[in-house]
């Protein structure tokens, strides 16, 4: 904010209009002594609110008014204009430009205040001059006296000045206004206790009397109360019951449905598995007895082998040394190439061998996926069904509308009564479930509301709720609401804020009919991230509206904040319709997962069917290569009987071949069987890996289902009990009492405990019988005087509950004031010291408290060191020492807390050349975020401003300005005073 022109007419010795433009920045007005300058520092300070004429240096207010002069009349009338520049929106005026002035008439007492030529109040110019830190009590306004009484003041005086720096001054006008208040409430507080006590000297006396009457009639009727209240809460709490035990024996059995479909599945699963494991052990058995059959036999024919190997080559050498060497050699040579065949048959029957183990390997993984998918498979139909089960129950409780307040319930129910009902407030707005919390919060029981057309529907079902009894509603006529807003600028700041959300009715959809209704419910509520963003938005906006998370915590206006935890088991009613959305939607998503997991399935069956296939088609290979070598291995043997019967030793020969044979089929016996047991153990294994998870989970389920067999047994053997009992009270109801139940709920509420209730009946007959004869005549006077009694007593009470609530607010108060205060303290003496510094060119300075155990009264000392000098208190400085420190402490309040404008009348008029110059040079410094008006006759002030104004009397007794040049100030001053 700006000052950019002062108007003055009449006011003091500005008998003419005086108009003063000013740019912003440095200005100086100049003028010889008894010239009028300082009046423009009265006139300024005149309009923001000075009320003491003595402060204007008058005796009284009528002085500031122009008292005539030898050459002009006395005027009537003292008006002083101020236009301010407020782009910067620093006072919460809808005008970039803004006047604020005052006038007064001469004889006819009182001021009168405008803003923009429009009449206001003195208190409407205080606020302004107050929020935007130009009050006339503030540093804005300094001369020379304020500096003298910066240095010559004591700490508690001195404190004043870092209370006006720190804003405090409000919570201390209103912390005075609350020990009035105190005062006056502790005033009327003994007033009524003096009256509270004569009552009860003749309560005392009466009581006495009225004692014995009364009380039989207040035991006659406590013990009727009792009797029926018990019987009413007694079936109030029986009907609870059912309600809880059929919601719970509901959600038991489908969730004992949901674990029987798993179970059936895991079973079914777990049977399949334990039959193929167990006929696969069955096949190994048979696999692992033959094979160690053979080895055995295998190992018998080896080591016979071994013995007859030796005697079959000396035949065969013998023979060829003694047959003739052609046909030794053509027999030879046909035996080598048939045992290459047997060879070459022998390699590819092995390749095969290990092509089937291959094979084999890629089945066994197959067989994994298929169990893996059929796994996935069951679990996706656990999933659908109990997503099915679920859809239902939430189905069935929107459709009951258990929720729903009973008044609200009736009239949904007979909505067909009414033509211009629309629903629940519920049932016409939805929100996405990230924000139903913050939403359903607002609302609150809002979302209950009946919305209906206008207010005769309103008015007619309001009849008929009381006509039937049924309960209560609020309802929400739609052409008697209006919408709900903030206001534009505040909307423009949250948006700018991190942790602004929105606002709260565009997270809500609904259908156009109904845009005023959201409008209205929550058009002027603020959606925030955390609680920390909604404290500080709350803040940002002045605590004038209601600010919501998304967790669901509340600001109110004013400051009042709800929050923490919620029972998330709660049913809540936005989210009873999310929750049927999304289970919808996810169903159909399910369904596909099943259809898809289906084809997958098929798919790999296929795959281990063709499999399997291929490893029968390789054994039958296999098979086919053993048969070819074997058929070649008897042309071999054949051969070599031919060659050995050449000689003598024939028939031994023959012998050993065919035991050569039989080693080579117990081989490839061999071979066989250890990859076909390899095989089956590789499959059980991977059986009994797959089987432990289900058999882990099969028992959980089972023994889930034993707790909700109890619990459904339980809950039905307490509902028959509930049930019964609830058909007892109500007889005795009807036949000790002759009342409904409705009745005796309207009329007859128990407040003690049940157990302590039945108690006090039997306690309360025997009383009553005790008492004997009773006279009731001394009742009345002794009821009138306890009424008068009460009600004193309530309003001791509202009193000191207001004394309380004022003393909270002190506390609250000096909390600020202190925070306020070590606040500027810590940020001004940072400050402080750099400005002294640059004052001084060098040494040191602070401030602190005189008393730092106190604060909130605690005075304020001032500590200098300059430069090659000990530090010591601002009291024992020199006259020039001590108002350079007193200024480089303003300038360092001024720079830890700008404010818009100061006008400094002669402040340095105490320093030294020197000192002047740097005190000019510091004003250029601050003058970005200050704009300063400086009233001077000091040469070294003027060279530094930026604008300068002449204050000169051309007529006697009357001012005037004129714009100076800073270059002819000095010798227009000098001329002036000569």
Same mark, same amino acid.
């Given at each position: 904010m700006k000052l950019i022109k002062v108007e003055a007419q009449g006011f003091k010795s500005f008998a003419d209009r005086v108009v003063l433009n000013f740019d912003g920045g440095v200005v100086g007005i100049i003028g010889p002594n008894g010239s009028g300058k300082s009046n423009i520092n009265d006139a300024i300070k005149w309009v923001l609110g000075e009320q003491s004429s003595k402060a204007l240096r008058g005796d009284k207010m009528e002085d500031v008014i122009f008292a005539g002069s030898k050459t002009m009349r006395e005027l009537n009338k003292a008006e002083v204009i101020l236009t301010f520049d407020n782009s910067d929106k620093a006072v919460s005026i809808p005008h970039d430009i803004f006047t604020i002035s005052r006038v007064l008439h001469r004889g006819k007492g009182g001021n009168e205040y405008y803003i923009n030529g429009e009449i206001a109040r003195y208190r409407d110019i205080k606020e302004i001059a107050m929020e935007s830190g130009i009050s006339k009590s503030s540093l804005a306004i300094i001369s020379q006296g304020t500096i003298s009484d910066i240095a010559e003041a004591s700490p508690e005086q001195r404190r004043a000045i870092i209370e006006?720096?720190?804003?405090?001054?409000?919570?201390?006008?209103?912390?005075?206004?609350?020990?009035?208040?105190?005062?006056?409430? &502790?005033?009327?507080?003994? /007033?009524?206790?003096?009256?509270?006590?004569?009552? +009860? $000297?003749? *309560?005392? %006396? !009466?009581?006495?009397?009225?004692?014995?009457?009364?009380?039989?009639?207040?035991?006659?009727?406590?013990?009727?109360?009792?009797?029926?209240?018990?019987?009413?809460?007694?079936?109030?709490?029986?009907?609870?019951?059912?309600?809880?035990?059929?919601?719970?024996?509901?959600?038991?059995?489908?969730?004992?449905?949901?674990?029987?479909?798993?179970?059936?599945?895991?079973?079914?699963?777990?049977?399949?598995?334990?039959?193929?494991?167990?006929?696969? &052990?069955?096949?190994?058995? /048979?696999?692992?007895?033959?094979?160690?059959?053979? +080895? $055995?036999? *295998?190992? %018998? !024919?080896?080591?016979?082998?071994?013995?007859?190997?030796?005697?079959?080559?000396?035949?065969?050498?013998?023979?060829?040394?003694?047959?003739?060497?052609?046909?030794?050699?053509?027999?030879?040579?046909?035996?080598?190439?048939?045992?290459?065949?047997?060879?070459?048959?022998?390699?590819?029957?092995?390749?095969?061998?290990?092509?089937?183990?291959?094979?084999?390997?890629?089945?066994?993984?197959?067989?994994?996926?298929?169990?893996?998918?059929?796994? &996935?498979?069951?679990?996706?139909?656990?999933?659908?069904?109990?997503?099915?089960?679920?859809?239902?129950?939430?189905?069935?409780?929107?459709?009951?509308?258990?929720?729903?307040?009973?008044?609200?319930?009736?009239?949904?129910?007979?909505?067909?009564?009414?033509?211009?009902?629309?629903?629940a407030v519920i049932d016409l707005i939805k929100t996405d479930k990230e924000f139903?919390?913050?939403?359903?919060?607002?609302?609150?029981?809002?979302?209950?509301?009946?919305?209906?057309?206008?207010?005769?529907?309103?008015?007619?079902?309001?009849?008929?709720?009381?006509?039937?009894?049924?309960?209560?509603?609020?309802?929400?006529?739609?052409?008697?609401?209006?919408?709900?807003?903030?206001?534009?600028?505040?909307?423009?700041?949250?948006?700018?804020?991190?942790?602004?959300?929105?606002?709260?009715?565009?997270?809500?959809?609904?259908?156009?009919?109904?845009?005023?209704?959201?409008?209205?419910?929550?058009?002027?509520?603020?959606?925030?991230?955390?609680?920390?963003?909604?404290?500080?938005?709350?803040?940002?906006?002045?605590?004038?509206?209601?600010?919501?998370?998304?967790?669901?915590?509340?600001?109110?206006?004013?400051?009042?904040?709800?929050?923490?935890?919620?029972?998330?088991?709660?049913?809540?009613?936005?989210?009873?319709?999310?929750?049927?959305?999304?289970?919808?939607?996810?169903?159909?998503?399910?369904n596909e997962q099943k259809q898809a997991l289906d084809i997958k399935e098929q798919k790999i069956l296929q795959e281990k069917n063709m499999l399997i296939s291929s490893i029968g088609e390789l054994n039958d290979t296999v098979k086919e290569t053993r048969n070819k070598r074997v058929i070649l291995m008897d042309r071999s043997d054949e051969l070599k009987v031919k060659f050995a019967s050449i000689s003598s030793s024939n028939f031994e020969i023959a012998q050993i071949d065919e035991l050569a044979k039989q080693i080579v089929d117990l081989e490839v016996k061999k071979n066989e069987l250890e990859t076909n047991l390899k095989i089956t153990k590789s499959r059980i294994n991977v059986l009994t890996l797959e089987m432990q998870p289900s058999l882990e989970k099969k028992t959980q389920v089972e023994n889930d289902i034993y707790h909700l067999n109890n619990q459904i047994s339980?809950?039905?053997?307490?509902?028959?009990?509930?049930?019964?009992?609830?058909?007892?009270?109500?007889?005795?109801?009807?036949?000790?009492?002759?009342?409904?139940?409705?009745?005796?709920?309207?009329?007859?509420?128990?407040?003690?405990?049940?157990?302590?209730?039945?108690?006090?009946?039997?306690?309360?007959?025997?009383?009553?019988?005790?008492?004997?004869?009773?006279?009731?005549?001394?009742?009345?006077?002794?009821?009138?005087?306890?009424?008068?009694?009460?009600?004193?007593?309530?309003?001791?009470?509202?009193?000191?509950?207001?004394?309380?609530?004022?003393?909270?607010?002190?506390?609250?108060?000096?909390?600020?004031?202190?925070?306020?205060?070590?606040?500027?303290?810590?940020?001004?003496?940072?400050?402080f010291k750099n400005v002294f510094m640059s004052m001084f060119g060098g040494g040191n300075a602070r401030v602190q408290y005189s008393d730092p155990e106190n604060i909130l009264e605690t005075g304020i000392e001032i500590f200098a060191q300059p430069p090659g000098k000990t530090i010591k208190n601002l009291k024992l400085f020199s006259g020039g020492e001590k108002a350079i420190i007193a200024i480089s402490l303003l300038f360092a309040i001024i720079k830890a807390k700008p404010i818009p404008l100061c006008i400094l009348d002669e402040v340095e008029a105490a320093l030294d050349e020197a000192n002047v110059i740097r005190y000019a040079e510091f004003l250029q410094s601050l003058k970005d975020k200050t704009q300063f008006i400086v009233i001077t006759h000091r040469h070294g002030t003027m060279t530094k401003v930026d604008h300068l104004f002449g204050a000169t009397m051309q007529k006697r007794g009357v001012t005037s300005f004129f714009s100076v040049e800073i270059s002819k100030a000095k010798e227009l001053l000098k001329n002036q005073i000569n």
């Open positions: 006006e720096a720190a804003g405090t001054s409000k919570y201390k006008a209103r912390k005075i206004e609350a020990l009035r208040k105190l005062e006056s409430t &502790e005033e009327a507080l003994s /007033k009524i206790r003096l009256i509270i006590n004569e009552i +009860e $000297k003749r *309560l005392s %006396t !009466l009581s006495k009397q009225a004692e014995k009457a009364k009380t039989f009639i207040e035991k006659t009727d406590a013990l009727k109360s009792i009797e029926v209240g018990l019987i009413v809460e007694d079936l109030t709490f029986y009907n609870n019951q059912i309600l809880e035990l059929n919601k719970s024996l509901e959600n038991a059995k489908v969730a004992k449905q949901e674990l029987e479909t798993e179970r059936e599945l895991l079973i079914a699963s777990f049977k399949q598995n334990s039959e193929s494991k167990i006929e696969l &052990e069955v096949v190994a058995d /048979k696999m692992q007895s033959e094979l160690s059959s053979v +080895e $055995k036999e *295998l190992h %018998t !024919l080896e080591i016979r082998q071994t013995k007859i190997n030796q005697r079959r080559q000396d035949i065969i050498d013998g023979l060829i040394e003694a047959s003739p060497k052609e046909q030794a050699e053509n027999l030879q040579k046909e035996i080598s190439q048939i045992e290459a065949k047997i060879n070459q048959y022998r390699s590819y029957e092995e390749n095969t061998q290990q092509k089937v183990v291959n094979v084999s390997e890629k089945a066994k993984e197959v067989e994994l996926e298929l169990i893996k998918t059929t796994n &996935e498979k069951h679990k996706v139909f656990s999933f659908l069904e109990a997503a099915k089960a679920r859809l239902k129950v939430l189905e069935e409780y929107k459709n009951n509308r258990s929720n729903l307040f009973k008044g609200t319930k009736v009239i949904l129910e007979h909505a067909s009564l009414f033509k211009g009902l629309k629903g139903s919390a913050a939403i359903e919060t607002t609302l609150a029981n809002a979302l209950q509301h009946v919305v209906v057309d206008n207010s005769e529907t309103a008015v007619k079902a309001v009849n008929f709720l009381k006509q039937n009894k049924a309960g209560w509603a609020t309802f929400i006529p739609l052409n008697s609401i209006q919408p709900r807003e903030i206001r534009h600028d505040h909307l423009m700041a949250l948006k700018t804020q991190k942790g602004f959300v929105a606002m709260a009715h565009e997270l809500v959809e609904t259908t156009k009919e109904f845009e005023k209704l959201k409008l209205y419910l929550l058009g002027n509520v603020i959606v925030a991230k955390t609680i920390e963003d909604a404290n500080s938005l709350s803040k940002l906006i002045q605590l004038k509206y209601m600010v919501v998370t998304l967790d669901g915590d509340v600001i109110r206006p004013g400051g009042i904040m709800t929050g923490g935890s919620k029972d998330e088991k709660q049913n809540s009613l936005l989210k009873i319709d999310q929750d049927i959305e999304q289970i919808k939607a996810k169903i159909p998503t399910l339980k809950n039905e053997t307490n509902l028959e009990k509930a049930n019964y009992l609830i058909s007892q009270n109500q007889k005795r109801l009807t036949e000790h009492y002759q009342m409904t139940l409705e009745n005796a709920q309207e009329s007859y509420k128990l407040e003690a405990d049940i157990d302590e209730a039945r108690k006090i009946v039997e306690e309360l007959k025997k009383e009553i019988k005790a008492l004997g004869n009773v006279n009731l005549d001394s009742i009345k006077e002794f009821e009138e005087q306890e009424e008068r009694y009460n009600n004193l007593k309530e309003n001791e009470e509202e009193l000191s509950n207001a004394k309380n609530i004022i003393l909270e607010a002190i506390a609250e108060m000096d909390k600020i004031i202190v925070n306020k205060i070590q606040e500027t303290v810590d940020i001004v003496n940072r400050e």
